[in-house]
């Protein structure tokens, strides 16, 4: 239940120093994942739907059937696992949920994906050929005894077909603390179309269509399956937060979300079979919650891909090494930034200023009234005045610098909440910049603006600053109205040093 997002390229300026995370340290080399028995658990599920009508769905035979063959591997494999019942349609459906010992159990990872199949069909790639595949994956963990930071749990959801119900009904009868520990959730939903194409869900939004960024840390998800891709010199593009898969429920409630999608009843353009190969002007998956979805509806090549992928990110998320706080401020509290420290800012209206801001909108959101965390953040006039333009950023630039931050030796990585919002009648000299001054200053982040509409919407930046390791450092941060009278907010909230 998946719709293909368009090619995009990427929104974002960076200058300088912004970059994918840098790579995890980790307690064992990501696996290679068996394809052979990732086709065996698929072979198993046919003989269910086979066995039981012809299909694997909500409130059918087949269903509590491939739910019991799931459970069954998990528990010979040393997983708590329970069947949590819910009914929809008068009928009785089950997630299964398997918990690996260890770990912090503050700090979950969580990988899941759907169960269950249309009635029309066995429903082996959608979606047998992910829940075959963190099956694999979540048995492999158990082959190796890893001993992951975080705590691992998967999930098989039954009655996704239907409406997401049963991520749905797990999510809703979280109790808020439980859904808290929940840091991060991987979803994989028709990982081997017969016709594929490689898809993240974009956690950034940087193809800059469709509903938006993920919640914090879903972009860093997209990246860590990004870099498995490109090691294997696979190109990847992303795909939208729709809401026609599980994430749906976790993203909902806030929490980071990421995976990947192989295709739908999506058609494959030119461009598409350029870039991946396989048929053009053809769906991805033709056989798309049809009786044809049998174990004969696979592409290997891509199965394999993302079973190896799901792996990596289990892996490499699960067991790397939890960073150290070394600086951080969510503005609730003066702690020392100072505006227009080099006694050169222009801007007459909308200066940097740290306080709770008022909601503005012009043509959509502009300044926004909500912040990351807390009460308060670092916003351009916090007042709303009388109209969107009153108190916006004007005559050109204002900044507001940090105190000095003392900065360890080692790798270290600056994060940050931030939006740029801006009127159509904006341009590419209006900016939102981040620098870091020690003893030399370097841009580390930058977003221009553009002669179009940009609404207010939180995002995060990362950006590694590990040249500055052992220096005293001030960070400046930016902000440009250089269009004349275009309409121009711009907030910070959350900025955090790393190590």
Request: glycine share 12%; net charge negative.
């Amino acid at each position: 239940m998946k719709l293909l997002a368009a090619l995009g390229a990427l929104a974002l300026a960076l200058p300088l120093a912004l970059s994918a995370p840098a790579p995890a340290a980790v307690a064992a080399a990501p696996p290679n994942i068996s394809l052979t028995n990732v086709k065996a658990h698929l072979a198993q599920l046919q003989t269910i739907a086979t066995n039981n009508g012809g299909t694997r769905a909500h409130g059918r035979p087949g269903y509590l059937a491939s739910a019991n063959y799931v459970k069954g591997q998990l528990d010979a494999a040393g997983y708590t696992t329970t069947l949590q019942s819910f009914t929809y349609n008068g009928a009785t459906g089950y997630n299964v949920i398997a918990d690996w010992p260890g770990g912090d159990p503050n700090d979950i990872l969580m990988t899941g994906s759907h169960l269950d199949s249309v009635t029309a069909g066995p429903g082996i790639n959608d979606n047998g050929s992910g829940s075959a595949s963190i099956l694999e994956v979540a048995l492999e963990v158990s082959r190796q005894a890893l001993q992951p930071t975080k705590h691992l749990r998967f999930a098989w959801w039954g009655a996704e077909e239907l409406g997401l119900r049963g991520s749905q009904f797990y999510v809703n009868n979280l109790p808020a603390t439980e859904r808290a520990k929940i840091k991060a959730y991987l979803n994989f939903d028709m990982v081997g179309s017969p016709n594929p194409g490689y898809f993240l869900y974009d956690g950034d939004n940087s193809d800059g269509t469709g509903s938006g960024p993920g919640p914090a840390g879903s972009a860093q998800l997209e990246q860590t399956l990004a870099a498995y891709f490109s090691s294997i010199g696979v190109p990847t593009r992303g795909t939208d937060f729709d809401g026609r898969s599980d994430y749906g429920p976790f993203i909902a409630v806030g929490i980071a979300a990421g995976g990947t999608f192989t295709g739908a009843e999506g058609i494959k353009s030119s461009a598409q079979a350029q870039l991946w190969g396989g048929t053009a002007g053809q769906a991805f998956d033709s056989c798309y919650h049809r009786s044809c979805d049998t174990t004969a509806n696979i592409n290997d090549t891509a199965l394999d891909r993302n079973a190896d992928a799901i792996a990596y990110s289990v892996w490499t998320i699960a067991t790397a090494t939890p960073p150290v706080t070394v600086w951080s401020d969510t503005f609730e509290t003066a702690t020392g930034w100072v505006t227009n420290a080099g006694g050169t800012d222009t801007a007459t209206t909308g200066q940097w200023e740290r306080g709770d801001p008022e909601a503005t909108t012009s043509s959509g959101a502009k300044q926004l009234g909500t912040t990351v965390s807390g009460t308060n953040d670092l916003v351009t006039g916090r007042l709303a005045g009388a109209s969107a333009g009153e108190n916006d950023l004007d005559g050109g630039t204002t900044s507001i610098q940090s105190p000095p931050i003392t900065l360890p030796s080692g790798t270290l990585r600056l994060s940050l909440s931030w939006y740029l919002a801006h009127g159509s009648n904006a341009s590419t000299a209006d900016f939102f910049r981040v620098r870091v001054v020690g003893n030399t200053t370097s841009t580390v982040f930058q977003q221009l603006g553009a002669a179009s509409n940009r609404d207010g919407a939180w995002s995060t930046a990362n950006a590694d600053i590990s040249a500055f390791a052992g220096q005293s450092v001030r960070i400046l941060i930016e902000a440009a109205d250089a269009s004349g009278a275009s309409l121009v907010e711009a907030g910070v909230d959350d900025v955090k040093i790393t190590r």
